[in-house]
């Protein structure tokens, strides 16, 4: 489960379990100008190293890495059956990951302010859902090229499930975005183009995208 909040340039987020959410941007430094992407979710695997000392020092156990060798998610809204000891000791948690990202220019923000005044709402806010999403920690912001009628050079955001991102890597899922707003499709296009490709390479598993673009 991923919840994504966007207002004022700031992008709050909270997850649990294997749904993931990818932001891309490009980034204009000496040696010119490169697309790259950041993973702002956490992906909640019984097989991690840390879930796993978790999920031990809670009494349960990892097999044939799934808990109690039933889920491979670690942490869930549901699955109450793996839930029944007190909170304190459910080898399957509830409590999500917390990250605030700031997105620089004011980029959801469609109010048109813009200018340093953008900049500045975009900090102060930050620094609220810092506040309310218990201390947070804010990353380093992000900036946009100029130009909003270049789809590709402003920042989008995938959110999808593990049905996505288990049969496609980060860069195939950016590949496939950048391609359809590129040649002017429809801004619905790119997440339907996500799952095509995603069914195509065989999932079988819940298969669900979101593409956000951010604009000027």
Known sequence: TTIVLCTHGVVAVGNLGDCRALLCFCETDDYGTAESHREITVAHRATDPAEKARITQAGGFVLNGRVMGVLEPSRAIGDWDLKRNPKSRHAVSSKPSLNVQVVRKNDTDTGGSGGKGARSTAGRNSKRAEKKMGGARLMNAMHSSAGGADLPRDPFMVIASDG????????????????????GLDRSEPA??????????????????VVVHFQK
């Open 164 to 183: 996505v991102w288990d049969f496609m890597t980060d860069d195939e899922v950016v590949e496939c975005v950048q391609k359809s707003t590129r040649f």
């Open 192 to 209: 339907r183009r996500l799952v095509a490709q995603a069914k195509a390479k065989r999932s079988q598993d819940d298969i669900t995208a």
